[in-house]
């Protein structure tokens, strides 16, 4: 049986370890598929449970060298700290290496000699190298065992050549220059870029620490009677629960006395509170502002609105982009690559009749100079802050793959009803054509639609009850998906639906042929009532377009994507609303079934996007290219879809298109200069402008480039923050 492991892979320093941790993973056998994220630290390991275990995978990323977690809240605590060591690491090597550079090289700028300058240098340098300099050894001694490379090879290669050739020259060549300061600064700098990539990274992938910070740690109960505080993962279903001004509600759940306003911004993006009384649904994470509530749990542990965001972030952080495999495949290879051009550079400068000191200085700038850091970063840091953002704002992207077909959009198809609409449609008119009552007309139509779930259905039976008509109850009842609803009623047979569902049932429609237009062409749906083959009458209910539906469709059209209506209402009713919304695209009298259909015709033209909400759309939402799910929506569809939205705002669709277009924009724009960076440094670290300009590259300004490098692109991903949607 297929499975699917996700865990946390800790101490890795670069894309190659990513690299390396992959291929060790896809050696193993029952191993299906392996990806792992440098940038979020995740591992994901499709595997057949029958050939391979859990503890044989985590096995084997602790053989290759790494740690590996299950706990979300333990890495973070696990990242600070980290970063906490890095930075102390740090201030020790800089106190070492600042006092090293200033009397290996700026005193001597000034033709100053300190005395025992070797002896002081060797003092300095040492501790930097075997000390601070640790991890890097032990990082390329891992790797050696498993037969790979990573930044940790090249660090230690580079520094060592210039800290021992330092030692050669003080033991054996007299009065030669040493190099203890260059390998000294440039532990310092590789330390330096990997703190500012840390933190910057960190800012990245922040979204997920500050939802982790929302999960309240207890939740008042009422038991038997009594409160008790306990641990929110105590808590199960059906417990009653009191929420008092300024606490957090601490899981999923209905109100079930009292009113109150709660913020819900860090849930849906809405700043504005929202009004919360009787039978309404509360989320965990989000703040009661004023007065106190008690609700009934209804969703608890992982099963919460919040638990489900960060393991839907999660795994988008850790899902790669297609355009990826390119920087993945690179990264794979470049380690072994760069220490073959280093040795190359090596033995031409030797050839050269240049001397052992200038081969030395140009391998070691050319090692490390060209660490794979920046290219194995320029996607996923993208893809982090993006998420990021898109959750913030209530709209929830499922990976990198979603992220970059969301980009090449270029047609969307708009569900009707609960989409475009509000969903909460009223009902407008009650048309008799046969010399029945208006009120008996209602209630026939009430009582055959009190059991049905459909908003239409839930329209006719509160019109209905507005005017204080009694419903019946029928005794039998079945649906026409698509169609509507036949019943059984005091031993007659009605029928209840639109056109399609008369030409069913034999009912001639043609002497209420210019009153249903007239409702249609305002936009209104029409449902007529039959008893047997006998067109009793007709009733009409209106649904109103959400108020930001203008807004998604002109910001479509701004993007060149065109904007399609789908509805099971009759063409008129349908360029109604299409009309009003902007779209100039409508596919009408569409069954359930028949959506996907639709979806997929459109498919040869381009790339489609499809935003819907219910059991219906599920299909459609599968089929597309992009399935967008409105949060409001069934599980079904929220599982079908691959975008959801938390406001229930169809302008947020278009939101998500645009978000996904400035993400890929920033993953080229990343990847060409980190490719860029390395295309043109390695060659002049070679030594390649040294017949033009007599100099070669030192390499601590190579190191401070490597750092720099990796920096930009993180910061150049942060700035995506600064974009407005």
């Excluded at 595997?47 to 985590?58: A, H, R, S, V, Y």
């Excluded at 997920?208 to 409160?227: D, F, W």
């Excluded at 259905?457 to 008509?469: E, F, L, P």
Aim: glycine content about 10%.
């Amino acid at each position: 049986m297929e499975k699917q492991l996700n865990v946390i892979v800790t101490g890795m320093d670069c894309a190659a370890c990513a690299s390396n941790i992959t291929r060790g993973l896809q050696q193993l056998s029952g191993t299906k598929e392996a990806s792992v994220n440098f940038a979020t630290s995740k591992a994901t390991i499709i595997f057949d449970d029958k050939k391979l275990g859990e503890q044989d995978i985590t096995d084997k990323i602790k053989k290759l060298g790494y740690g590996v977690t299950l706990d979300e809240k333990e890495h973070q605590k696990a990242k600070e700290q980290d970063l906490e060591n890095l930075k102390r690491k740090l201030w020790v090597s800089t106190c070492l290496a600042v006092p090293a550079f200033i009397i290996g090289m700026a005193l001597m700028w000034f033709g100053i000699e300190t005395p025992f300058k070797d002896v002081i240098l060797l003092v300095l340098a040492t501790p930097i190298q075997f000390v601070i300099g640790w991890q890097f050894y032990r990082g390329a001694w891992m790797s050696l065992k498993n037969k790979s490379a990573t930044m940790d090879t090249l660090i230690a290669l580079g520094t060592s050549a210039a800290y021992l050739y330092s030692v050669y020259a003080i033991l054996s060549l007299p009065g030669q220059p040493q190099y203890f300061e260059v390998s000294a600064i440039l532990i310092t700098l590789v330390l330096l870029g990997k703190f500012l990539e840390a933190r910057a990274t960190g800012k990245a992938s922040d979204a997920i620490a500050r939802l982790l910070k929302l999960q309240p740690k207890t939740a008042i109960v009422i038991r038997n009677g009594k409160e008790r505080t306990i641990a929110v993962d105590q808590v199960v279903e059906g417990d009653v629960i009191l929420v008092k001004p300024g606490q957090k509600v601490p899981v999923d759940g209905k109100v079930a006395s009292g009113n109150s306003s709660v913020d819900e911004s860090m849930i849906t993006g809405e700043s504005i509170p929202v009004e919360k009384s009787k039978g309404d649904k509360v989320t965990g994470g989000t703040m009661n502002v004023h007065g106190s509530f008690t609700f009934k749990a209804t969703r608890v542990g992982a099963n919460t609105t919040l638990a489900g965001i960060i393991r839907l972030i999660e795994q988008a952080q850790g899902a790669k982009a297609p355009i990826q495999r390119f920087a993945d495949t690179v990264s794979g290879y470049f380690v072994p690559v760069v220490v073959a051009l280093a040795i190359a550079t090596f033995i031409i400068w030797i050839i050269a009749g240049a001397g052992l000191q200038a081969g030395i200085l140009a391998a070691v700038a050319v090692l490390v100079i060209a660490c794979p850091c920046a290219l194995g970063l320029a996607t996923p840091t993208a893809i982090m802050v993006s998420t990021g953002i898109g959750a913030s704002k209530g709209i929830l992207i499922k990976g990198g793959d979603v992220l970059e077909r969301a980009g090449s959009v270029n047609h969307i198809i708009f569900d009707k009803t609960g989409t475009i609409t509000e969903g909460r449609p009223k009902l407008t008119d009650v048309i008799s054509l046969s010399g029945i009552d208006e009120n008996s007309l209602l209630r026939i139509a009430a009582t055959i639609e009190r059991g049905s779930e459909h908003p239409l259905a839930d329209a006719i039976v509160q019109g209905a009850k507005d005017r204080k008509i009694a419903t019946g109850k029928a005794a039998t009842m079945k649906a026409v998906p698509g169609k509507g609803i036949t019943a059984t009623i005091s031993r007659k047979q009605y029928s209840l639906g639109n056109e399609a569902l008369m030409k069913t049932v034999r009912v001639a429609t043609k002497s209420s042929a210019q009153n249903v237009e007239k409702l249609e062409n305002e936009g209104k749906t029409v449902m007529f009532v039959a008893q047997g083959r006998k067109l009793l009458g007709f009733v009409a209910v209106a649904d109103t377009i959400r108020p930001t539906a203008k807004d998604a469709i002109k910001m479509l059209n701004e993007m060149g994507v065109e904007s399609y209506l789908i509805t099971g209402d009759n063409e008129r009713t349908a360029k109604a609303i299409a009309k009003e919304a902007g779209i100039g695209n409508v596919f009408a009298k569409v069954l359930p079934e028949k959506k996907a259909e639709h979806v997929k015709k459109l498919q040869r033209k381009g790339i489609v996007a499809m935003v819907g909400d219910g059991i219906n759309d599920s299909p459609a939402l599968a089929q597309a290219d992009v399935g967008i799910a409105m949060g409001s929506g069934t599980d079904v569809a929220l599982e079908s879809g691959s975008i959801v939205l938390m406001k229930n705002d169809p302008a947020d669709a278009a939101r998500a298109i645009k978000l996904s277009r400035l993400t890929m924009k920033k993953i080229k724009q990343n990847m060409f200069w980190a490719l860029f960076y390395n295309v043109m440094g390695i060659p002049i670290a070679a030594g390649a402008l040294y017949p033009f300009t007599g100099w070669l590259l030192s390499p601590i300004i190579a190191g401070g480039a490597m750092a720099l490098s990796s920096v930009s692109v993180v910061s150049n991903s942060l700035l995506l923050k600064q974009k407005k949607l």
